[in-house]
């Protein structure tokens, strides 16, 4: 199961947005690492101190935050879910309701039950991307649903296999995309944005906003 299931008119994406926009003090934007050679998960000690030491670290282009009682961190030993903010310390806000509501009506749509836990928001600027990866930290098999806000997006989506085949699908403003099933595990990736392509009533400047809702536990 994977496709486009909704489509947001502008007013709902702009609710979404202002919404978003007024918890950003709350839960400032950080930076995701990639994950450090010579690092593993199963030797971190738990202390992020200790990942952050030495050299060979790269940030993300994108910046990150999240809602809801779990956040998404991708730390140098690999990404991992936190209920702390990885900048402040303190919890993160919760989910919008306005993302809640579109999840109940997916979820119902299409028949599953599901308890929206984390809403990560990843901002792209312009030239910025996403390797292929999957999507594999959370403890339930649940699917990932997602709603794109700003500039279309070329979003490849694949199999099991991280450099074999993928479609390219195009993610409009306002899309709510939807894996899950036996395609919850498949690769995937952000390839590129496709300039001058985003609302002019959404934004002002170029850039793309993602928000990736997920249930951890």
């Not at 690999?78 to 993302?99: E, L």
């Not at 296999?161 to 409009?172: N, T, W």
């Amino acid at each position: 199961m994977y496709g486009v299931v909704k489509k947001l008119n502008i007013d709902l994406q702009q609710q979404i947005l202002q919404d978003c926009t007024c918890l950003l003090n709350a839960a400032p934007l950080y930076s995701n690492y990639a994950p450090r050679r010579g690092i593993g998960r199963r030797d971190c000690s738990g202390n992020c101190q200790t990942c952050l030491t030495g050299g060979g670290l790269i940030q993300a282009k994108y910046k990150n935050t999240s809602f809801g009682s779990w956040g998404y961190y991708g730390r140098p030993c690999g990404a991992t879910y936190v209920q702390k903010h990885p900048t402040t310390g303190d919890p993160f806000p919760s989910i919008p309701a306005s993302i809640l509501d579109i999840c109940k009506d997916v979820a119902d749509a299409y028949g599953f039950e599901y308890e929206a836990q984390s809403a990560y928001l990843s901002y792209y600027p312009p030239g910025s991307s996403i390797g292929r990866h999957q999507d594999y930290e959370e403890k339930v098999n649940k699917p990932v649903i997602s709603i794109s806000l700003g500039e279309d997006a070329i979003f490849e989506f694949g199999g099991f296999e991280r450099f074999g085949p993928c479609e390219d699908i195009i993610l409009h403003s306002g899309d709510v995309f939807i894996f899950g099933g036996e395609h919850r595990y498949c690769y995937h990736s952000v390839r590129k944005l496709i300039p001058d392509t985003r609302p002019v009533d959404l934004f002002t400047e170029s850039g793309r906003i993602s928000i990736t809702i997920r249930q951890y536990e």
